[in-house]
């Protein structure tokens, strides 16, 4: 009986994460990857067959299957995500009232876009030179 709950419990906080993470396409400051990331991770302990399902999504399974394998990700989506950090980031300054958000956000943003430019990249190998 605990294992079964323990798995179900996995399951309920995966599918939340993978709410979270669609919503979060949607809505600035709400991050999509590190849900889809945690998703991940609950699937692999309450439902592989989710878990593969998710793996073989098209949009987030090359995603986490590179942060899976690597710890790193691809350089096309490093430069997608700073652009929409900065521009998110931008949206909520530009609509908050107080000054103090406005310098809260901009020391959020600095912190974010650091933590993020400094993970690796992970280079396509069929792109290298020495394979065309």
Known sequence: MQFSLKRFLFII???ISVVLGVIGIFLPLLPTTPFMLLASACFMRGSPRIAA???QHPTFGPIICNWNEHRAID????RRANVFIVLSFSLSVAVVPELWHKCMLIVMACVLLTWFNRLREIEPVAHAPENT
């Open 75 to 78: 350089r096309k989506i490093k």
């Open 13 to 15: 906080l995966g599918w």
């Open 53 to 55: 399902w998710l793996h």
